[in-house]
């Protein structure tokens, strides 16, 4: 029985949390290996609706839950997430949630930093969540970082905290914000520590035999395949790598255990932030996708551009993370609208392009070739089989596969955990 891996194919929000959700309740663990609390979604189980950002999916159906040692942990964040979720009667203790020792702690100044950058950015700005998760990945790189396992240990925590505020500081003074107290934070560290360590292990040894006892693991990717920080539309992404690879490196795996790789995709386009959309639509046919399709951030609540499908970023994206299947989310949003388009192709300056180039001026540039379907009145919201979908809509569908490379496995026609036109079970491949 292969493990499951599961990435965003366009810009994030693709409704995933569905997806993982349906998934985790097949699943023996659910790791996240990547991103922070910049994630987040919606998870309705009976009349209960979770909203997980940091925590895995798992938790909520009882699963052994990991946080790998990719993702970057805001230790204050977790906490008031556990505490939200003991209110809604979820008490998550150590024996359902594991937190790698190794992964690196998202403190007040990444966040402080992160919007500090932001405002000086102006115009330029990325659009961040402003949760800090750029400044952390740097301090990891660079090797200053405080990671989970330097809670237990005070006198190391005191020299590194040191360093870190030496870098911060000078930074934070030069953008004219305020500056962090060594001891200040020390003591704040030090409180939270106990309750952090009682989650915390080396993850990779738990994972290791799991594995080797034949456990299905699902790794719920954050984010999505174009916010990567190498494939993404760079610098208009987020600072960690998306692509099924890195839940490998990011939990203590080796690439054998990622196993099928499915991507979800919208079946139109949205992105939140900055940077280049070229199918984005700014006319009532957007307004109307954002309507119908609720899309507001769920981390920052702010509007989300909305697009017609974009077949030569998915693709680009099938073939940058290894995705092996397609679950294709909310085609019920494009119920009633005449005619729809999709993008086949780009011209950038005149050129022909089957793929979003690297250059910053030339994706801003890429300006989408359009093929249009016919759209379908009848409407598709709630269909649970293939039969019930209008031919259009099958024709639509199949198109994208075409287009895009991979087999459409997964159909979701509504928010209803059992709106799903099921293909193929990824577990079961
Ligand atoms: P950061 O991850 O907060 O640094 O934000 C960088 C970019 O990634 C911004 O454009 C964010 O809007 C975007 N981003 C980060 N997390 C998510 C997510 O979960 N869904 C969609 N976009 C995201």
Redesign the pocket.
């Known amino acids: 029985m292969p493990n499951v891996t599961v990435i965003g194919a366009q810009?994030?929000?693709e409704g995933k949390g569905k997806v993982v959700d349906w998934l985790a309740s097949r699943a023996d663990i659910v790791v996240r290996f990547q991103?922070g609390h910049?994630?987040?979604h919606t998870l309705v189980v009976g009349s209960q609706q979770y909203k997980l950002s940091l925590v895995p999916s798992g938790v909520v159906r009882g699963k052994l839950s990991v946080i790998g040692n990719g993702v970057v942990v805001d230790p204050w964040a977790f906490l008031a997430e556990l505490d939200r979720l003991a209110g809604q009667g979820l008490v998550v203790g150590p024996e359902l949630l594991r937190l790698s020792d190794t992964a690196t702690l998202i403190l007040p100044m990444h966040g402080a930093l992160?919007r500090a950058r932001e405002a000086a950015r102006g115009d330029g700005r990325?659009?961040?969540?402003?949760?800090g998760?750029?400044p952390a990945y740097e301090d990891k790189v660079a090797r200053r970082a405080i990671r989970v396992a330097d809670l237990a240990e005070p006198a190391v925590l005191e020299a590194k905290l040191d360093e870190l505020l030496r870098h911060h500081n000078t930074l934070l003074a030069g953008l004219g914000a305020e500056t962090y107290d060594k001891g200040t934070l020390l003591s704040e560290l030090l409180a939270v520590a106990p309750r952090l360590l009682r989650f915390a292990e080396p993850v990779w040894r738990r994972l290791h035999e799991a594995k080797a006892a034949g456990r299905r693991i699902l790794f719920e990717g954050?984010?999505a395949v174009m916010?990567d920080v190498d494939h993404g539309t760079y610098p208009?992404?987020?600072?960690s790598n998306t692509v099924a690879g890195a839940a490998a490196a990011g939990s203590g795996l080796g690439p054998d255990a990622v196993g099928r790789v499915l991507g979800i995709a919208k079946a139109y386009t949205t992105r939140?932030?900055?940077?280049p959309f070229p199918t984005e639509l700014t006319d009532a046919t957007g307004r109307h996708l954002g309507e119908r399709g609720r899309e507001f951030?769920t981390?920052t609540g702010r509007p989300r551009r909305c697009g017609w499908f974009d077949a030569v970023m998915v693709r680009q994206a099938v073939r940058l993370g290894g995705i092996q299947g397609l679950a294709l989310t909310k085609l019920d949003v494009l119920d009633g609208i005449p005619e729809l388009k999709v993008a086949v192709g780009y011209r950038i300056n005149g050129q022909a392009f089957d793929h979003l180039p690297a250059g910053r001026q030339a994706q801003a540039a890429a300006e989408p070739v359009f093929e249009t379907h016919e759209g379908w009145t009848q409407p598709t919201s709630g269909a649970r089989s293939w039969a019930e979908l209008p031919a259009p809509a099958i024709k639509y569908v199949k198109r994208i596969e075409e287009l895009v490379g991979a087999p459409v496995t997964l159909l979701s026609t509504g928010a209803d955990r059992d709106d799903t036109i099921l293909m193929q079970d990824p577990f079961a491949a």
């Open positions: 810009w994030g929000d991103g910049n994630a987040g992160d990325i659009g961040t969540t402003g949760r998760i750029g954050a984010q916010l208009y992404v987020t600072s939140v932030g900055s940077g951030g981390v």
